[in-house]
């Protein structure tokens, strides 16, 4: 059974960049024909797309964050992380990473809730 | 960019369907999913490419998608199945888009 879990800061400062690692458990990040992508949901808010990588290293983002958005895989640590630039109040949100099946999501990490504030 | 809506919130009591449903232009033409998330979890798939039930969701969940509207249906509704509920297609412009997301009440 695949686990992932993500880690990073859970306060980051306004016009800074939000950092999180997503570490996977129970397989190789670089096996199988898998996306890794990253979903937000603010608190009151629906769910967000943010971005997803494929194990070859090739990415898409959602448009609305794409000029913010970088996210890159390390397969000898075996997890996949998120940077978003330039962040603010709106970027709050519990962040999840997930396996990504192209079409569907089917493991999810248990979320972790960045707040940006000074 | 492409936008999936659904209803704000349903309400269902014990024992009865509840059907939520997912509206988006020619959602039929795509795959859609549907997940559960209760406060403080981390959602779940109960149902992917339209119809199918992943393994250990129970079968009172089942999906439909025709025309511009997916629907997600609970057959028998318990009470623990109040939840969000959102669906989710993937479009080839945007990438993931999720559904406004329901609040199921059982009443």
């Known amino acids: 059974q695949v686990q992932l879990r993500e880690s990073g800061p859970g306060l980051v400062k306004p016009s800074q960049t939000l950092s999180l690692t997503c570490s996977v458990s129970?397989?190789?990040?670089?096996?199988?024909?898998?996306?890794w992508s990253w979903i937000r949901r603010p608190a009151g808010k629906g769910l967000e797309w943010i971005g997803r990588?494929?194990?070859?290293?090739?990415?898409s983002y959602n448009p609305s964050l794409k000029s913010r958005v970088t996210i890159s895989l390390d397969t000898s640590k075996n997890h996949f992380s998120l940077n978003l630039s330039s962040v603010t109040a709106a970027d709050t949100a519990v962040y999840y990473c997930a396996r990504d099946r192209r079409f569907f999501f089917d493991f999810w990490g248990q979320g972790t809730l960045v707040t940006v504030s000074s | 960019s492409y936008e999936l809506t659904q209803p704000p919130s349903v309400s269902v009591s014990p024992g009865q369907t509840a059907s939520i449903t997912c509206s988006g232009d020619?959602?039929?033409?795509?795959?859609a999913c549907w997940y559960q998330q209760k406060p403080g979890q981390s959602p779940v798939q109960v149902i992917y490419?339209?119809?199918k039930r992943p393994a250990g969701i129970p079968e009172r969940f089942s999906g439909s998608n025709s025309g511009n509207t997916a629907t997600l249906t609970i057959s028998g509704t318990q009470a623990m199945d109040e939840a969000d509920y959102y669906c989710q297609a993937w479009d080839s412009n945007t990438g993931y888009v999720f559904g406004t997301g329901t609040k199921v009440t059982v009443l």
């Open positions: 129970g397989g190789s990040i670089s096996s199988g024909n898998y996306y």
């Open positions: 990588i494929f194990t070859s290293g090739s990415t």
């Open positions: 020619k959602l039929g033409d795509k795959y």
């Open positions: 490419q339209d119809t």
